[in-house]
């Protein structure tokens, strides 16, 4: 199983460099679109089999590569924790590759994109298979330098340009932080293999080092707040089946790596580790949802959504941290479940959501601000259909996949008062706290950019002719939307799937679900709380039924047509109805003043002037004001005063190098 996952990656790995050999004109691109995303289709769809079959049948196995550092070779392994993700991975990137096949092309320049894909794939696809510190490495830094020349495949506007440049900064922050855990991981001897990780023994001091630099490698590539700096910039800026993926996909290869060190590499718990992974998903999540909230460019509200999920994720991985050092295994085993389940719930519903945007470009001529389209719903009805759908699970709405994750993560909540740390009796509950008004504002951010973009009458002529996507296009996006109702109505099925994981990890499991009555989930013991997706689908049906029957029986049994209600005003036209900024005013007078300083200057005229009147509205992001600025101005000062060392001679070259060495040595013989 492991031989045949990395003869896949191999695959996508010749897909690509078969891809980097074509050249040609516009019908030679398009022959090649389709080989490239067709062969990534087939690889992916293989991998996921053999992944899910790894999964469900238990599999484990090693395998070393004579690859890499001569004494250390390439360790792979496969095991329940890298199937689990393989799944995610795999499934997410059959889906974009299914989208690509219609969407690819429609694109400018497909010959910059299709040697990167499948680069970008493989590197994703064998981050979880890496058993050694070097080669996790390395294939972290091919799906990090292959998704940033995809970011960069539209260069020519600035703010693509410079969302790449910020991406690359990033990424490279995180992969030195991952660096340097990594070190500290293998200890002086250089053991750098994740089996002589486990068993090494490190100080309190040390271990606090490297969960730091585990939030901060893993955080920066998930979008974690305030390391989130790049991820709304260079969603908007990659095409549509690449940021389904950076957001889908590779976000939940930065929790698996989280995952990897925290759980199985570091050694049991301390109680304050969970602290700032609760501290940091709140924040996130409540943050990422605020500004999603006042967006209008439809990919960067689906950028800052993402931001919002992955919040609560690391939710999810503090809680079973919490409860793991607290002698809980039951209440660990289920809060780490809700986490995973919540990953794997939002590849499948952002990974839709972003199919559909990149529909609405495609249909809408690149249009992308939702206060200019509107009455896609008629144009698009299939589009539109899976769309809604995505975005009620994105809502947590029952009975749809995101509830169910959610619900799991309340579950855990609900029992830190067991938990001996009063700090996490009181930090808990105000997460608990954080986390409905989370859920609270993303249902009423999907509703905003739903009922934006996609109902009442078409803001633009762009809209207005708009049309049905390509028959691929539309089978991705519908069979991730039903996945999304499919693992909403019958969680247990995953839950069961995940169990070898927390086992792995913790030692406990939930208990088995499948065997519950009516396919319920009880996440503890039937006394304590329990949930039937299925049950809450059928009242729902029902009710609508009941409920449109009555009116049709009782109010009346004529049709009848007639034009809306006009206020008086007739002659009713696109620019009087509700806009995505009159929606989201009063949330964000509340809110904005203090999270992002928005501000909101009325201009009006003196009487008997013909000046028009304005409305000025401001925003910040005030991490990037407060943070990212300064740190920009502190290395342009250090890059102008380290400009110096270029111009030395070599004496005091030499002198340099020799102090460096003696400190390095230094610092070697004090660790020992």
């Known amino acids: 199983m492991?031989?045949?996952?990395?003869?896949?990656?191999?695959?996508?790995?010749?897909?690509?460099?078969?891809?980097?050999?074509?050249?040609?004109?516009?019908?030679?691109?398009?022959?090649?679109?389709?080989?490239?995303?067709?062969?990534?289709?087939?690889?992916?769809?293989?991998?996921?089999?053999?992944?899910?079959?790894?999964?469900?049948?238990?599999?484990?196995?090693?395998?070393?590569?004579?690859?890499?550092?001569?004494?250390?070779?390439?360790?792979?392994?496969?095991?329940?924790?890298?199937?689990?993700?393989?799944?995610?991975?795999?499934?997410?990137?059959a889906g974009a590759s299914l989208y690509a096949l219609g969407y690819g092309l429609h694109a400018e320049a497909p010959l910059r994109v299709l040697p990167f894909y499948p680069l970008f794939l493989a590197g994703m696809l064998l981050v979880p298979l890496?058993?050694?510190?070097?080669?996790?490495?390395?294939?972290?830094?091919?799906?990090?330098?292959?998704?940033?020349?995809?970011?960069?495949?539209?260069?020519?506007?600035?703010?693509?340009?410079r969302a790449g440049f910020l991406y690359i900064v990033m990424a490279s922050f995180g992969t030195l932080a991952l660096l340097l855990a990594f070190g500290l991981l293998a200890g002086p001897e250089g053991r750098y293999a994740f089996a002589a990780m486990r068993e090494a023994e490190r100080g309190p001091l040390a271990s606090a080092l490297v969960l730091a630099l585990a939030i901060l490698g893993a955080g920066s590539k998930a979008g974690l707040v305030p390391l989130h700096a790049w991820l709304p910039l260079a969603h908007p800026a990659a095409p549509s089946h690449v940021s389904a993926l950076m957001s889908g996909v590779m976000t939940k290869?930065?929790?698996?790596?989280?995952?990897?060190?925290?759980?199985?590499?570091?050694?049991?718990?301390?109680?304050?580790?969970?602290?700032?992974?609760?501290?940091?998903?709140?924040?996130?999540?409540?943050?990422?949802?605020?500004?999603?909230?006042?967006?209008?460019?439809?990919?960067?509200?689906?950028?800052?959504?993402?931001?919002?999920?992955?919040?609560?994720?690391?939710?999810?991985?503090?809680l079973a941290l919490a409860f793991r050092a607290g002698g809980q295994p039951a209440a660990a085993a289920l809060a780490l479940a809700a986490a995973l389940f919540h990953a794997f719930n939002h590849t499948l519903f952002k990974s839709a959501l972003f199919y559909g945007a990149g529909a609405v470009l495609t249909a809408a001529r690149g249009e992308r601000n939702i206060e200019r389209l509107g009455g896609l719903?008629?144009?698009?009805?299939?589009?539109?259909?899976?769309?809604?759908?995505?975005?009620?699970?994105?809502?947590?709405?029952?009975?749809?996949?995101?509830?169910?994750?959610?619900?799991?993560?309340?579950?855990?909540?609900?029992?830190?008062?067991?938990?001996?740390?009063?700090?996490?009796?009181?930090?808990?509950?105000?997460?608990g706290t954080l986390l409905a008004l989370a859920a609270a504002l993303a249902a009423s951010c999907f509703l905003r950019a739903y009922g934006i973009a996609w109902l009442g009458r078409p803001r633009s002529a762009a809209a207005?002719?708009?049309?049905?996507?390509?028959?691929?296009?539309?089978?991705?996006?519908?069979?991730?939307?039903?996945?999304?109702?499919?693992?909403?109505?019958?969680?247990?099925?995953?839950?069961?799937?995940?169990?070898?994981?927390?086992?792995?990890?913790?030692?406990?499991?939930?208990?088995?679900?499948?065997?519950?009555?009516?396919?319920?989930?009880v996440p503890i013991a039937d006394s304590r709380s329990s949930y039937n997706g299925l049950l809450v689908f059928l009242f729902v049906v029902a009710s609508a039924a009941m409920a449109a029957a009555a009116i049709h029986r009782f109010a009346s049994r004529a049709l009848r047509r007639a034009p809306?209600?006009?206020?008086?005003?007739?002659?009713?036209?696109?620019?009087?109805?509700?806009?995505?900024?009159?929606?989201?005013?009063?949330?964000?007078?509340?809110?904005?003043?203090?999270?992002?300083?928005?501000?909101?200057?009325?201009?009006?005229?003196?009487?008997?002037?013909?000046?028009?009147a304005r409305?000025?509205?401001?925003?910040?992001?005030?991490?990037?004001?407060?943070?990212?600025?300064?740190?920009?101005?502190?290395?342009?000062?250090?890059?102008?005063?380290?400009?110096?060392?270029?111009?030395?001679?070599?004496?005091?070259?030499?002198?340099?190098v020799f102090l460096s060495l003696v400190l390095l040595l230094l610092g070697l013989g004090l660790w020992r």
């Open 564 to 612: 809306p209600w006009d206020c008086g005003f007739p002659g009713l036209a696109p620019s009087m109805q509700y806009t995505g900024t009159s929606l989201s005013q009063p949330l964000r007078r509340v809110f904005g003043p203090v999270v992002f300083r928005a501000r909101e200057v009325v201009e009006m005229p003196l009487p008997g002037s013909v000046a028009p």
């Open 253 to 318: 290869v930065a929790v698996y790596a989280f995952v990897r060190i925290v759980f199985d590499l570091l050694g049991p718990p301390a109680w304050w580790w969970s602290v700032p992974v609760l501290a940091l998903g709140a924040s996130s999540a409540v943050l990422g949802v605020l500004h999603a909230l006042t967006e209008n460019d439809l990919k960067r509200l689906l950028a800052y959504s993402t931001i919002e999920n992955i919040g609560v994720v690391f939710l999810g991985l503090g």
């Open 377 to 431: 719903i008629r144009r698009m009805p299939v589009s539109s259909a899976a769309v809604l759908v995505a975005a009620m699970a994105a809502a947590a709405l029952p009975p749809l996949n995101g509830f169910a994750s959610e619900w799991l993560a309340f579950q855990a909540i609900l029992l830190s008062p067991d938990l001996p740390q009063w700090a996490l009796k009181f930090l808990i509950p105000t997460v």
């Open 615 to 656: 409305i000025v509205r401001r925003r910040q992001d005030l991490v990037w004001e407060f943070l990212y600025v300064p740190i920009g101005r502190a290395v342009g000062r250090a890059a102008e005063l380290l400009n110096h060392l270029q111009f030395l001679t070599i004496r005091r070259y030499l002198v340099l």
């Open 130 to 161: 890496a058993d050694d510190a070097y080669a996790f490495l390395l294939c972290w830094e091919l799906m990090s330098l292959a998704s940033w020349a995809l970011v960069l495949a539209e260069h020519r506007p600035e703010e693509n340009a």
């Open 464 to 521: 207005a002719e708009a049309e049905e996507v390509d028959r691929f296009s539309r089978a991705a996006m519908t069979g991730f939307g039903a996945l999304c109702v499919l693992f909403g109505l019958f969680p247990g099925m995953v839950l069961d799937a995940l169990a070898p994981v927390t086992e792995r990890l913790l030692g406990a499991r939930m208990p088995a679900q499948l065997g519950e009555a009516w396919l319920s989930i």
């Open 2 to 93: 492991l031989t045949a996952l990395l003869l896949c990656a191999a695959g996508l790995l010749a897909v690509a460099a078969l891809a980097a050999l074509g050249r040609g004109g516009r019908s030679r691109a398009e022959a090649a679109t389709i080989a490239v995303y067709g062969g990534c289709l087939a690889v992916s769809t293989l991998a996921f089999v053999l992944a899910l079959a790894a999964l469900l049948g238990g599999a484990s196995a090693g395998l070393t590569v004579p690859l890499g550092l001569p004494w250390l070779g390439a360790h792979f392994r496969l095991d329940a924790l890298s199937a689990a993700f393989l799944v995610l991975v795999t499934l997410g990137a």
